[in-house]
């Protein structure tokens, strides 16, 4: 049903990060259950309609890169991924090692460059290796640059769609964090720039954050463990457990939208049960617009008195 004046996604993708999982029920800084947080975010994701093709997870999947971690990992993420019919996109973040991550993951023993391509019924998605063995920041090798020029050169029917930890964005409200940052941005935007690339999402700051890179929309998901307070009270950096989210990517002809969706359940104050969308199906264009729309209609006059509402039909 189309209640506006645009269509459906064609595709819909939901944009996870850093898990950091740990193995063996470790808390992170004695305090924060990374399992609790994917477990709940997992959970919300398979409440989206409509449904997710792809979860893509922008790096940092487990925190000390533990075999255990990974195995864990795919023990959650798969099962519910099936159950939603989505492909699982993994993408190596810096607290990963390629080894563990390419055997725990892919069941491989390729330690090199973990950058892989998917394709969900002609919506590409890349997952692009940004880490550096034994530091934190972010870099790209020629090599893998020239390989991501000849996956670019022949375009994919509905664009490209690039996942990377290190996104190229500054960082206003976390500067110290460019410490760490995608290194030699502008070779990487030599790259993108004119090519079928419609969005780059990635992770690393473990806050929701949007900017451009060389013409292209870039999204930074949240993290699902804990997150960085983008205003803290007399502190540089501060990590809280707590504003823990992942974004929806709904993906049309002609844009993308993104929408951020808390992970932590919060208490309703006002809302329709599942069945009041039938009954809004069962009406006109017209008789829709006049009982939502028009101020003092029954349905608004109720909401405004904050008295519980009638039943749409009868209304």
Excluded at 82 to 94: T, Y
Excluded at 221 to 240: E, F, H, K, N, Q
Excluded at 249 to 270: C, F, K, L, N, Q
């Amino acid at each position: 049903m189309q209640y506006g004046q645009h269509p459906a996604p064609r595709f819909t993708v939901a944009h996870l990060s850093d898990v950091h999982l740990l193995a063996h029920g470790v808390r992170q800084y004695g305090v924060v259950e990374p399992e609790d947080g994917l477990r709940l975010a997992l959970d919300r994701v398979g409440r989206l309609d409509p449904v997710p093709q792809a979860l893509v997870f922008t790096g940092d999947l487990a925190d000390k890169a533990e075999p255990d971690a990974y195995a864990r990992l795919r023990e959650l993420v798969e099962p519910a991924a099936a159950a939603m019919g989505a492909e699982v996109v993994w993408v190596i973040g810096n607290h990963d090692e390629r080894a563990p991550y390419a055997k725990g993951l892919f069941d491989s023993d390729d330690d090199g460059p973990q950058d892989r391509v998917h394709d969900l019924g002609g919506l590409r998605i890349v997952a692009l290796d940004t880490s550096v063995a034994g530091y934190h920041h972010g870099a790209l090798a020629p090599e893998q640059l020239d390989w991501l020029r000849d996956v670019l050169g022949t375009p994919a029917e509905h664009g490209t769609i690039l996942a990377m930890h290190h996104a190229p964005i500054p960082l206003p409200t976390l500067e110290p964090a460019a410490i760490i940052e995608l290194l030699d941005q502008e070779s990487l935007a030599a790259v993108v720039r004119g090519s079928d690339v419609r969005q780059i999402l990635g992770g690393h700051f473990h806050y929701t954050s949007h900017s451009t890179f060389a013409g292209v929309p870039v999204s930074i998901a949240s993290a699902s463990c804990y997150t960085t307070d983008p205003a803290p009270v007399d502190r540089l950096i501060s990590g809280v457990d707590g504003h823990q989210a992942f974004n929806t990517v709904h993906v049309y002809d002609d844009r993308i939208v993104h929408t951020v969706v808390p992970i932590p359940e919060a208490p309703e104050v006002s809302g329709q049960s599942a069945a009041f969308r039938e009954a809004l199906d069962a009406l006109s264009f017209e008789e829709r617009r006049e009982i939502i729309s028009r101020k003092d209609s029954d349905f608004n006059t109720h909401a405004e008195s904050h008295e519980p509402r009638e039943p749409l039909t009868d209304l």
